[in-house]
């Protein structure tokens, strides 16, 4: 079965980091491109940032760019996602997926979702 877990959420105060992992089984993760997003209620999900399978640097939503890096794992199949000087707007519930397709964009992410985890509450708040 394949399957994602996303992990290390929680309540943080304005200015303060948090790691977000995500793991797969079933399945390598390095065989895909890979994205978090994430979503508040009332909005669409929004993608926050992207690794592509072909190589190639990371993409950043501008919201986030200069704070946040993703990375992957291939020891442990897993994707992480670094957030650095929280911020209360940064609060949302946290997504990972795997994206359809060797190259990706924010712009373009949204539709290539293959397959979702349950996602992750981020709450930054003081």
């Known amino acids: 079965q394949l399957q994602l877990v996303e992990s290390g959420g929680g309540l943080v105060q304005p200015g303060e980091s948090l790691r977000l992992s995500c793991a797969a089984s079933g399945f390598t993760l390095d065989n895909y491109s890979v994205g978090w997003f994430r979503q508040v209620p009332g909005k669409e999900r929004q993608g926050v940032s992207c690794l592509s399978s072909s190589g190639g640097s990371p993409k950043y939503a501008d919201s986030v760019k200069g704070r946040f890096t993703i990375s992957r794992d291939n020891a442990k199949n897993t994707v992480s996602l670094q957030m650095n000087s929280l911020k209360p707007e940064d609060t949302a519930v946290y997504y990972c997926?795997?994206?359809?397709?060797?190259?990706?964009?924010?712009?373009?992410?949204?539709?290539?979702?293959?397959?979702w985890g349950q996602g992750t509450q981020v709450t930054v708040s003081s």
């Open positions: 997926a795997t994206l359809r397709g060797g190259y990706c964009t924010i712009g373009t992410m949204l539709p290539l979702v293959g397959s």
